[in-house]
């Protein structure tokens, strides 16, 4: 079992920066693969990074964050965050953190085994 609870969201002007973080509870987070999914409102929960289980070794990002945001993990603290430099005002959404366990489904939120409750962007223009 992993419990999985975000912080760090607000209120952003455009081009500014925000550090998310996801604390996780449960003596298997380290061997979860990670990743950050958005939600805005009518739309779908999008893919946006994830990290492998072994502590940093491999990263993916979804083409329209790349560049700007950063994700990174720290197993000795359950933690895995979420940098997000130079924001635009359509990254505004909920963001949540997600583990799960096969690394060529990463980019599906459908096979994501466990969830955090999201946290509030929103990026002001």
């Known amino acids: 079992q992993v419990q999985l609870v975000e912080s760090g969201g607000g209120l952003v002007q455009a081009g500014g920066s925000l550090r998310l973080s996801c604390a996780a509870s449960?003596?298997?987070?380290?061997?979860?693969?990670m990743g950050w999914f958005r939600q805005a409102p009518g739309n779908e929960r999008e893919f946006v990074a994830a990290v492998t289980w072994v502590l940093g070794s491999t990263t993916d990002y979804a083409d329209s964050v790349k560049g700007r945001f950063t994700i990174s993990r720290d197993n000795a603290k359950n933690t895995v965050h979420l940098q997000m430099n130079s924001l635009k005002s359509e990254d505004t959404a909920v963001y949540y953190c997600g583990a799960h366990r096969s690394w060529d489904s990463r980019q599906d939120s459908q096979k994501y085994d466990y969830w955090g409750q999201g946290t509030q962007v929103t990026v002001s223009s």
């Open positions: 449960g003596t298997t987070f380290s061997t979860y693969h």
